[in-house]
């Protein structure tokens, strides 16, 4: 049988028909067809059309708060004897990188004419930046969530329905993420006219890893101009972010994919172990398959069922990875690492004390990674601060009572 | 000719293909669900591979997958159970799944014992147009089997024609854009059923989502071949202690 392969050779963009490489497509049944094809057929249309892109960038602006700042964290740098500067998605609005896509994929909806919006969530951050958006533009928000996380993530279940979102619990299979994902695919084949699907990371079927990864790459773009003006080139020698679906990562990455010179550096969940049966290091235990619409590395047992992994962090705690990412690790392009529970929770007691920031547990495990990177004094690391930890604090604090 | 459009030959009205999960409710019940599917009126049987993950499906299936592959159910052993199928069920079987556990099975090596134990059509609603001409196709038919396409209200008259086109034992008509065991609106149906009849497709067209009793059976048949029954008959199952009796009841109910 013969490859799909892409037809150019950049790293940014899929083929006609969705494929970084070997993977991506859409592996949909034809319920979900018109839904996803008239997605499809205009998504770049519309993004290039100059009164989105510019309704789009006035409300990163003025209501996310964009440029987030690209700040040099000098203690942790010293700490690694090289320069490291922390992209600070965890200053957005709502406090992680999630809203970004959140707002370009709800103006989109808006020029479709939907009038009902659907999203998937784990730990809540992404559920919550597009009730947000909803509450901003008043559109119906229904928000699935595995029951299980309902019960971890109380607070932003809250803040969720505070916005006027309605949470819908996933009762089906293990109840976390991956079932909040077939649940939110269940209602938009349910709703095949009215209402759009808010996927929050690079997965999905095509066009969503492109369209995704495109709305999240404001992050690089601003890193590119924000570096030359500190450092006098665009170009770092490093970029870090953390990898669970990926959406911050293939933000964070996007304007370097084509940059050779720079390295890219995608951080799993290792969870207890990365062959400890409890984890979520997807490259490294997953095979190729089909999960969610398209063809990626997939944790799964031998018969083909999908496995449940587990991460301390409910935002990595995802059984597959984007297709872009995929594509990334088997060329080679990025180098992927991981990070134990353990080992990314004194991380963020680490950067905490050292720069002042909480970070999201899932921005933890990226600066577990720098403990195993050896750097050189002048080269010029970027590690995306994708969330703060304000949602993590019951997790931080029972740490702190188990080591006190 | 194969089985499947020998079934339509022999009775082109008023077809009954009934879905069952394999595994499902015990994990040796597979055969003796289908042999009283055969036995008490069934025209087809359509056995489902259970998947952790059934995007097309209800709940009602996606529950009964679950149990089955708890039940230790896989690709390999449903192979291992329909090794004998031939000696006693006559009635076109299709399998129908996702493509997930199948890939990890190996796509051709799938198909060439799905045709060994002597399967007849497969439908893999997660296996689209695209990837079917691209690579797929090719390898089903190289195994003989049928592949059914589903198609929908919103599917356009211009790719329904290429689905059937590319479709060959029958279309699989899903009567409104919905997962399985919803219930629906059957004026609507109607109309779109009536549209399709009047394409005059090379296929039979089968009816299936939302089907569950006799009152719904004989409405889906009057503008179409026949329709498929899944998850009222699921249920049934679930809360049976005599597969046969169950099976009996629930076909008596539909077909007299």
Redesign the interface.
């Known amino acids: 049988m013969s490859q799909t392969k892409t037809n150019s050779v950049s790293y940014m963009h899929p083929n006609e028909h969705g494929y970084f490489g070997q993977f991506g497509g859409a592996y949909i049944p034809e319920m979900l067809h018109r839904n996803v094809e008239e997605l499809r057929s205009r998504y770049l249309e519309i993004m290039h059309e100059p009164s989105f892109v510019a309704a789009f960038h006035q409300l990163l602006r003025d209501y996310v708060g964009r440029p987030s700042p690209l700040f040099l964290a000098e203690r942790l740098s010293a700490l690694h004897n090289t320069r490291i500067y922390l992209k600070r998605e965890d200053l957005n609005h709502t406090g992680a990188h999630k809203i970004n896509n959140a707002i370009g994929q709800v103006l989109l909806a808006q020029r479709l004419g939907k009038k009902r919006i659907i999203a998937e969530t784990g730990a809540g951050q992404h559920g919550v930046a597009t009730a947000t958006v909803c509450a901003l533009m008043g559109l119906e928000c229904i928000v699935y969530m595995g029951e299980k996380d309902i019960e971890r993530q109380a607070p932003n279940v809250a803040r969720m329905q505070m916005l006027g979102a309605k949470v819908v619990a996933a009762t089906s299979g293990s109840k976390t993420l991956k079932d909040a994902t077939n649940e939110a695919i269940r209602d938009w084949i349910n709703h095949p006219n009215d209402t759009h699907y808010v996927i929050g990371s690079v997965v999905g079927p095509h066009p969503y890893p492109d369209m995704v990864a495109r709305f999240q790459s404001v992050i690089s773009e601003e890193t590119r101009w924000q570096l030359k003006e500190k450092t006098g080139s665009e170009l770092p020698t490093h970029v870090i972010a953390c990898v669970g679906g990926g959406s911050n990562a293939a933000g964070a990455f996007y304007h370097f994919l084509d940059e050779p010179a720079v390295q890219l550096i995608a951080v799993e969940a290792a969870g207890l172990g990365v062959y400890s049966g409890m984890s979520a290091a997807t490259s490294q235990l997953g095979k190729p398959g089909i999960l969610h619409g398209s063809k990626s590395l997939v944790m799964q047992t031998e018969d083909g069922q999908v496995v449940e992994p587990h991460s301390i962090s409910a935002g990595l705690d995802y059984p597959g990875i984007g297709p872009l990412h995929a594509h990334l690790f088997e060329s080679g392009r990025a180098t992927f690492l991981s990070a134990t529970d353990e080992e990314a929770l004194q991380a963020a007691f680490e950067v905490t004390k050292l720069e002042g920031i909480i970070p999201a547990l899932e921005t933890a495990h990226a600066f577990a990674a720098l403990k195993q990177m050896s750097f050189k004094a002048n080269d010029v690391v970027v590690l995306c601060l994708s969330g703060r930890g304000d949602k993590d604090l019951a997790t931080y604090m029972h740490a702190m009572q188990k080591n006190d | 000719m194969t089985r499947i459009a020998q079934t339509f030959l022999n009775k082109p009205k008023q077809v009954l293909n009934v879905y069952c999960t394999a595994g499902y409710p015990q994990l040796n019940s597979t055969l003796t669900v289908m042999q009283a599917l055969q036995q008490y009126g069934a025209d087809l049987i359509e056995l489902g591979m259970p998947?952790?993950?059934p995007?097309?499906d209800?709940?009602v299936i996606?529950?009964s997958s679950?149990v089955a592959?708890q039940n230790g159910m896989?690709?390999?052993v449903l192979f291992e159970q329909l090794k004998d199928c031939r000696k006693t069920i006559h009635i076109p079987i299709i399998l129908m799944g996702?493509?997930?556990?199948?890939?990890?099975?190996g796509?051709?090596a799938f198909c060439k014992k799905a045709a060994e134990v002597g399967v007849d059509g497969l439908i893999l609603?997660?296996?689209?147009e695209?990837?079917f001409e691209?690579?797929?196709g090719a390898?089903i038919k190289k195994y003989q089997l049928d592949f059914i396409?589903?198609?929908?209200p919103?599917?356009s008259e211009e790719?329904i024609r290429k689905?059937d086109a590319l479709s060959s034992g029958f279309l699989y008509a899903?009567s409104s854009?919905?997962?399985t065991g919803?219930d629906k609106n059957f004026n609507e149906v109607n109309t779109y059923l009536q549209r399709l009849q009047a394409m005059q497709l090379k296929n039979p067209i089968m009816v299936g989502f939302g089907v569950k009793d006799k009152s719904t059976f004989t409405t889906a048949c009057t503008y179409s071949n026949g329709a498929i029954i899944g998850s009222a008959y699921i249920q049934a199952l679930g809360s049976s202690t005599d597969i046969a009796a169950t099976t009996q009841q629930f076909l008596e109910n539909i077909l007299k």
């Not at chain 2, 609603?125 to 689209?128: C, E, F, M, V």
């Not at chain 2, 396409?149 to 929908?152: C, D, E, V």
């Open positions: 998947y952790s993950d995007l097309a209800g709940p996606q529950q679950s592959l896989s690709i390999k996702y493509m997930n556990p199948i890939l990890q099975y796509f051709e609603p997660d296996l689209p695209y990837e691209n690579m797929y390898v396409f589903l198609i929908t919103e599917t790719r689905m899903v854009s919905a997962t919803k």
